[in-house]
Protein backbone atom coordinates (compact mmCIF):
# COMPACT_ATOMS: atom_id res chain seq x y z
CA UNK A 1 0.00 0.00 0.00
CA UNK A 2 0.99 3.63 -0.21
CA UNK A 3 2.27 6.04 1.85
CA UNK A 4 2.41 9.70 2.07
CA UNK A 5 4.70 11.70 4.18
CA UNK A 6 3.75 15.88 5.22
CA UNK A 7 6.38 17.95 6.37
CA UNK A 8 7.25 21.58 6.37
CA UNK A 9 4.69 22.99 8.91
CA UNK A 10 5.12 25.64 12.08
CA UNK A 11 4.00 28.43 13.45
CA UNK A 12 3.99 31.66 11.44
CA UNK A 13 2.71 34.85 11.75
CA UNK A 14 -0.25 36.70 9.64
CA UNK A 15 1.25 37.70 6.17
CA UNK A 16 3.66 34.88 6.56
CA UNK A 17 4.53 31.83 3.91
CA UNK A 18 5.18 28.41 4.19
CA UNK A 19 5.99 25.14 1.99
CA UNK A 20 4.32 21.95 2.30
CA UNK A 21 5.89 18.80 1.21
CA UNK A 22 4.59 15.24 0.63
CA UNK A 23 7.07 12.66 -0.26
CA UNK A 24 5.11 9.81 -1.48
CA UNK A 25 6.24 5.88 -1.84
CA UNK A 26 5.07 1.99 -2.71
CA UNK A 27 2.74 3.40 -5.39
CA UNK A 28 2.75 5.05 -9.12
CA UNK A 29 2.95 8.13 -8.10
CA UNK A 30 2.49 10.11 -11.42
CA UNK A 31 -1.22 7.52 -11.97
CA UNK A 32 -2.33 9.55 -9.62
CA UNK A 33 -4.14 13.17 -9.01
CA UNK A 34 -3.23 14.59 -5.02
CA UNK A 35 -5.17 16.12 -2.89
CA UNK A 36 -4.24 18.51 0.21
CA UNK A 37 -6.90 18.25 2.81
CA UNK A 38 -7.31 20.25 5.96
CA UNK A 39 -8.80 19.97 9.33
CA UNK A 40 -8.80 22.78 11.53
CA UNK A 41 -9.68 22.43 15.43
CA UNK A 42 -13.57 21.34 15.74
CA UNK A 43 -14.52 21.71 11.94
CA UNK A 44 -14.98 19.24 9.54
CA UNK A 45 -11.98 18.39 7.11
CA UNK A 46 -11.85 20.21 4.19
CA UNK A 47 -10.16 19.72 0.60
CA UNK A 48 -8.12 22.54 -0.37
CA UNK A 49 -6.39 22.11 -3.47
CA UNK A 50 -5.98 19.30 -5.95
CA UNK A 51 -3.93 18.62 -8.63
CA UNK A 52 -3.64 16.10 -11.63
CA UNK A 53 -1.68 13.33 -12.35
CA UNK A 54 0.83 15.69 -14.73
CA UNK A 55 0.05 19.16 -13.01
CA UNK A 56 -2.22 20.31 -16.35
CA UNK A 57 -5.23 21.05 -13.94
CA UNK A 58 -5.49 22.34 -10.52
CA UNK A 59 -8.14 23.28 -8.25
CA UNK A 60 -8.77 25.88 -4.97
CA UNK A 61 -10.62 26.07 -2.10
CA UNK A 62 -12.02 29.94 -2.79
CA UNK A 63 -11.18 30.87 0.57
CA UNK A 64 -7.07 30.10 -0.14
CA UNK A 65 -7.16 31.14 -4.15
CA UNK A 66 -4.30 33.54 -4.99
CA UNK A 67 -2.52 32.32 -1.59
CA UNK A 68 -1.59 28.96 -2.76
CA UNK A 69 0.13 27.24 -5.00
CA UNK A 70 0.12 23.31 -5.24
CA UNK A 71 2.75 21.69 -7.42
CA UNK A 72 4.26 18.36 -8.30
CA UNK A 73 7.46 16.89 -9.13
CA UNK A 74 6.74 13.85 -10.46
CA UNK A 75 10.70 12.71 -10.95
CA UNK A 76 10.87 13.13 -7.20
CA UNK A 77 7.47 11.80 -6.25
CA UNK A 78 6.51 14.89 -3.98
CA UNK A 79 3.44 17.09 -3.81
CA UNK A 80 4.11 20.81 -2.45
CA UNK A 81 2.02 23.62 -1.21
CA UNK A 82 3.76 26.94 -0.98
CA UNK A 83 1.42 29.05 1.25
CA UNK A 84 1.62 32.72 1.20
CA UNK A 85 0.16 35.63 2.76
CA UNK A 86 -1.58 33.32 5.72
CA UNK A 87 -4.05 34.22 7.98
CA UNK A 88 -5.42 32.65 11.09
CA UNK A 89 -7.95 30.99 9.74
CA UNK A 90 -5.60 28.71 7.88
CA UNK A 91 -4.40 26.93 11.21
CA UNK A 92 -5.11 23.42 10.76
CA UNK A 93 -3.63 19.85 10.15
CA UNK A 94 -2.68 19.72 6.24
CA UNK A 95 -2.97 16.20 4.77
CA UNK A 96 -1.74 14.92 1.58
CA UNK A 97 -4.20 12.17 0.12
CA UNK A 98 -4.23 10.01 -2.56
CA UNK A 99 -8.12 10.16 -2.08
CA UNK A 100 -9.88 7.73 -1.50
CA UNK A 101 -7.35 5.38 -0.81
CA UNK A 102 -5.03 7.03 1.78
CA UNK A 103 -3.77 9.79 3.51
CA UNK A 104 -0.20 11.18 5.02
CA UNK A 105 -0.25 11.53 9.05
CA UNK A 106 -0.67 15.34 9.04
CA UNK A 107 1.66 18.37 9.73
CA UNK A 108 0.38 21.31 11.74
CA UNK A 109 -0.12 24.94 10.24
CA UNK A 110 -0.32 27.68 12.67
CA UNK A 111 -0.15 31.21 11.76
CA UNK A 112 -0.63 33.51 14.98
CA UNK A 113 0.53 36.63 16.10
Known amino acids: EGQLMESGGGSVQPGGSLRLSCAASGFTFDDYPLTWVRQAPGKWLEAVSSISWNGDSVHYLEAVKGRFTISRDNAKNTLYLQMDNLKPEDTAVYYC??????WGQGTQVTVSS
Open 97 to 102: ANLPSF
